[in-house]
């Protein structure tokens, strides 16, 4: 089949607009978001936006481009990304291969640096016609795959890239972006607080896992960032030189939690629960908390209920966190103790009540015990605070089916569709709400006027998209 390349008259000749970028960002996020191999893990993904926020809130200069996102990627591939309308991706290969915080903060930073220096945006400008359509083409045709029009070589050839992340690798920066990166990273790194010598060690670490071969795919990062010995001479310059490079900054806690959760999640539970073990026995004097929490997590992936219990309880006691907690009452469900897993989370979202795993976590087992009204109590407070957040939506609709009022469910199904950036499936699930009628008059008139806003959203997404020829 001969399939029509996309005709991107309208944004080759100039560079990307900021509503631009965005229009084809959110389109990617939403195709993203499906891959198996993004991480939808709350955990994680709370630790890396954290991390990325930090170095965000050192940003100087007149209005930089603030809202960006972070995500996590499963593939043990050392790889980081920035996509166009600020969506930054870190491969968890890339995470574990880091041996401190600063070290991961350096190349997240440097992933900031080609978004605020909009370097996607200019490469798009400075592409001849055939790269951008190439491009455009490609994109496309990973998105027609995932959506199961399996048709045309373009398709083939998109699968082969196995992944919406691999477009990535046809983005590939120049020398001089690169030091622009370098620069903008290095400066954010010192202002947030972490080692700039990080940049450094990181890069470092690259090079020799490339040369040794040890990691597979290293080049992944290596073939769009073109990193020389020097570059590497030159960060090393710019690190030494900074105030702050004399302090020593602290490894957050957080940062090794996530690294064992990575670790205690990837692979099947065996394999996992095996790394761990191997990993504890190496440990003869401190077992460090992250590592016994990563074995109990590992335990209770194998199903060893009893085992995460024992393993967690000398962590647990005195100060305990969050992450503990939620895994201690995942092991009691996991046992069937269904009321101890609940004083579990009930005493832990009242310790800890923004750790949104442990919010989900509890819901999820007041509905399973059939607490629905309970749920729907505790929600209303969590949304209050937590008032974009589209899981709180979808157990909200959960507990309103159970309690029998499908108005509300539809309504809530569509607040969690919106928020997840699908349009369409808010306006049908807003449809369905307003073709229910019901005998509530205030319920039905407000989701009518929503049902009005909602498609007035997704005419101007329309309208966007096709202007862009990506619809
Ligand atoms: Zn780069």
Redesign the pocket.
Known sequence: MAQTLPDLGDISDATLSETQEKTIGNKFMREVRMDPAYVDDPQIADYINSLGQRLLGALEGPSPRRDIDFFVVREDTINAFAMVGGHIGVNSGLIVLTQNESELAAVVA?EIG?IVQRHQARMAAGMGRSQLTSLAAMAIAILAARAGNQSGQMTEAAIAGSSAMMMQNMLD?TRE??RE?DRVGIALLQRAGFDPQGAVTVFERMLRANRLNEYKGAPGYLRT?PLTTERIADMQGRATGGVFSMIAADTSFEYRLTKARLRATNGSPPEALAAMKQLLAERTVVRPREEVYGLAVAQYRSRDYEGALKTLAPIREGVSHPAFELIAGQSKAGEGKHAEALAIYRAAVKTSPQYRALAYAYLDELLDSGLASEAIAYLNERLRSMADDSRLYELQARAYEASGKPLSQYRAQAEAAFRRGNLPAAVEQLELAVKLRGNDYYELSSAESRLREMRRLLENERAAEKALKIS
């Open positions: 440097h080609h920066y972006h690169e990166a960032h």
